[in-house]
């Protein structure tokens, strides 16, 4: 009869499985294992192997315990036993962040508005999007005579209608470099290569648009005819958050610092973010 402790799946007591059990894998490291998990591991090296009584007849051929496949079979589930319970704590942690990372995203989604943005001269700004009607490329604008106010620039067709065209950067006191054709002195000699970002548009705002709490003061502009300011660029819409708005520093000089509500971080600018309704209370009155 075979002895029994010749077998590679030998049964133990439980008694055998309670505690902790050394483990000497192949190459001869240490390793700890809890005994009674759900892997059960005979360790019969610790019995009757090098470190036991030395009574395995598995010796004679293996010398050592560790050139045995039983003990390296062994080490083996251990590693296995070990990895899976790895993967499954860092499953549980990638899942806690994604959890909170979407929880904060969320969070600051629910306090972000929407703001266009655009540059007059070396200054960046932002005016909410609910007022836009459009944004068009750069056009004849037809003076008007009589003019009272230096910022009315005249009259631009938009889709066939004559909007009255205003000039944001004469209104602030900025130094635009926009040129009748849409571009800026270095690019006079052709469009190609140039970011459309880059090349100066005309912008359509209606007094009538939603201004609100988030986009300036709480009383809209009064409603009106839509009306037309040319910028030197249009990057696009972007969202910020309330939480990332800064006062207005008191050291602009220019009077867009007057009709901003606050200003931002963007890109490594400052974007000053423009009260729509008190903007278009200046443009009524320079109209009048």
């Not at 059990?21 to 001869?28: I, N, Q």
């Not at 293996?62 to 704590?89: F, G, K, M, W």
């Not at 703001?115 to 007022?131: A, C, H, M």
């Not at 068009?136 to 004559?162: D, M």
Request: aromatic fraction near 4%.
């Amino acid at each position: 009869m075979s002895d029994p402790r010749d077998q590679h799946d030998v049964k133990f007591d439980a008694d055998e499985t309670a505690g902790h059990v050394e483990l000497v894998s192949a190459s001869g490291a240490p390793a700890s294992l809890l005994a009674n998990g759900d892997v059960p591991i005979d360790d019969c090296w610790n019995r009757i192997g090098v470190r036991g009584d030395g009574s395995c007849p598995r010796l004679a051929g293996y010398i050592h315990c560790r050139n045995c496949p039983v003990h390296d079979a062994a080490a083996a589930r251990v590693l296995d036993r070990e990895q899976s319970a790895d993967t499954v704590i860092g499953q549980e942690v990638l899942h806690r962040q994604t959890a909170q990372s979407l929880s904060e995203y969320a969070a600051r989604e629910a306090d972000a508005t929407s703001w266009l943005v655009f540059r007059i001269g070396d200054e960046w700004l932002g005016l909410p999007t609910t007022i836009f009607q459009q944004v068009a490329q750069l056009r004849p604008i037809h003076s008007l005579p009589h003019r009272r106010h230096r910022a009315v620039l005249g009259v631009v067709n938009v889709r066939g209608t004559l909007l009255v065209c205003a000039s944001l950067a004469r209104l602030f006191g900025i130094a635009s470099v926009v040129g009748q054709d849409g571009r800026r002195p270095e690019q006079q000699s052709g469009l190609q290569g140039v970011d459309a970002r880059d090349l100066a548009r005309l912008l359509v705002i209606e007094p009538g648009g939603d201004v609100g709490e988030r986009g300036g003061s709480s009383k809209p502009g009064n409603p009106g005819n839509p009306i037309v300011f040319p910028v030197d660029a249009v990057d696009g819409v972007h969202r910020f958050a309330r939480a990332d708005f800064q006062a207005v520093p008191a050291t602009i000089a220019s009077m867009s610092a007057s009709h901003s509500v606050a200003v931002t971080a963007w890109n490594g600018v400052t974007v000053g973010l423009l009260d729509a309704a008190k903007l278009f209370e200046t443009l009524n009155r320079s109209l009048t």
